[in-house]
């Protein structure tokens, strides 16, 4: 079809432009038209929501330490299921599944009762992940029986062997460094299955239990307790919380965090404290603090009590992940996003580091006090965090006020100038003698001028 304009006002009475346009009977979609149909979600479209908690490292993170989040040995969930570096594990998961099935009695629960639990939760699994899972209904439900009760038969086997009972040959307690590297696989960012998935296969699998009486959360917090020690008070009291916490990983978390009493807003922007050399240089000591969780570091006139921490792959792993976490899911507290941030404050030079092994705060373990630097300027890359937001607020604030105080200041240049060694004491002494001595003698001097001795 032809059209042209014929009107001398449409186009302010100039020469008429002629203007072709094909016919067409079909409207045909557009290559945009096409890319926009054809584009798949890179976030799961529930990624903003509560439900939605476990997630692929971000790319900032990743280029820093990828293995740092990602199984060793064993994989949990469907983002690793499948990759080829973990069969030899994926094999014992089926040993373990057959020894629950055979030891579950003749009216307890079967491998298709467990699916079917699993299958009627299928929406709310699948709506945890941040990306578009690609399995099938079925492969998904039979990764997560799988991966759950294998989970459950591990906890519940080390339980066992502590009570004396006939795993102590199961070669995943026997060999070291397999048992390591499945306790720091199980707490790894991108290795989790939701909690409720492992609360409902561990609630049903009870008749194949004979010899614990613990919950699911007493359970997996005394197996990472192998790794990570902690009183028992301290396991007793964060399994309470299980029925809040999304998986693993959340779950260790809580363990850690200290109980505190609600916290007041600070009233205006809070800044970064300076590094332990110049706190030292203002007056400010140092403290090993006794505390069941290194995050419990206080401030009080003057002294910094901080507690110990050992510095080791397992535990520079845990620390990386759980800042992970806390970045991604942003319905929870940012306790060590700020504690990376309060001790990337600290350590900025390996004397830093050197002054806070002297002081018994930081037990090295990664090698050089440079790693140790490193690590902890790492730890807080990328990651935007406001100290205002932080359980450590009201200690930056205070710690940032005494180091102004410029009475401080000056005061602990002079003792560290004249009483830091032995020998700058010693000569200080003899200098403030030697003053006294000669004020001594120009007062005799005076007062033998102006009143002097009768004849």
């Not at 038969?153 to 040959?169: I, N, Q, T």
């Not at 110990?308 to 970045?327: W, Y």
């Not at 991604?328 to 060590?336: M, P």
Request: proline letters at 5%.
């Amino acid at each position: 079809m032809n059209s042209q304009s014929s009107s001398p006002t449409a186009n302010g009475g100039r020469d008429h432009a002629l203007i072709t346009i094909a016919a067409t009977t079909n409207i045909q979609t557009t290559p945009l038209d096409q890319r926009i149909q054809e584009t798949r979600w890179l976030l799961h479209p529930l990624a903003g929501k509560e439900s939605c908690c476990i997630f692929k490292v971000r790319q900032c993170l990743a280029e820093i330490n990828k293995t740092t989040y990602q199984p060793h040995i064993v994989s949990c969930g469907p983002y690793h299921h499948g990759d080829q570096h973990l069969e030899m594990i994926q094999q014992h998961k089926w040993k373990y599944l057959r020894g629950l099935l055979a030891r579950t009695p003749s009216n307890g629960p079967t491998l298709d009762h467990y699916q079917q639990v699993v299958a009627a939760k299928e929406a709310d699994i699948r709506g945890c992940y941040s990306e578009t899972l690609s399995l099938s209904s079925d492969d998904l439900v039979q990764m997560m029986v799988l991966d759950g009760l294998f989970t459950i038969e591990l906890f519940c086997r080390l339980e066992g062997l502590s009570l004396g009972d006939e795993y102590e040959h199961d070669p995943l307690f026997k060999l070291k460094f397999i048992f390591s590297n499945i306790i720091g696989d199980l707490f790894r960012f991108e290795n989790q299955i939701p909690f409720f998935v492992l609360q409902d296969l561990f609630d049903e699998s009870k008749p194949s239990r004979a010899y614990s009486d613990k919950s699911l959360a007493e359970l997996a917090l005394t197996f990472f307790n192998h790794a990570f020690e902690r009183p028992d008070q301290v396991l007793d009291q964060n399994s309470s919380a299980a029925g809040e916490v999304k998986h693993l990983l959340d779950l260790l978390r809580w363990s850690f965090i200290p109980n505190h009493s609600p916290r007041e807003e600070p009233v205006q922007p809070i800044e970064l404290i300076q590094s332990a050399k110049k706190l030292r240089l203002a007056g400010i000591k140092f403290k090993t603090r006794e505390a069941v969780s290194f995050l419990d570091v206080t401030f009080c006139n003057g002294l910094l009590e901080i507690p110990h921490i050992v510095l080791d792959d397992l535990c520079t792993d845990l620390l990386m992940n759980f800042v992970a976490f806390e970045q991604c899911y942003t319905h929870r507290s940012k306790h060590f996003t700020t504690y990376a941030a309060f001790m990337s404050c600290l350590i900025r030079t390996p004397a830093d580091v050197s002054f806070l092994c002297d002081k018994n705060i930081v037990e090295n373990y990664l090698g050089t006090d440079e790693e140790v630097v490193h690590f902890f300027q790492n730890l807080g890359k990328d990651v935007p965090l406001d100290i205002g937001e932080g359980y450590l607020w009201k200690l930056f604030k205070d710690v940032n006020e005494y180091h102004r105080s410029m009475w401080h200041v000056r005061w602990e240049g002079f003792r560290s100038k004249y009483f830091n060694t032995p020998w700058s004491f010693s000569s200080a002494l003899a200098a403030v003698i030697l003053l006294l001595l000669t004020e001594i003698q120009t007062s005799f001097a005076v007062y033998g001028y102006f009143r002097p001795p009768k004849p």
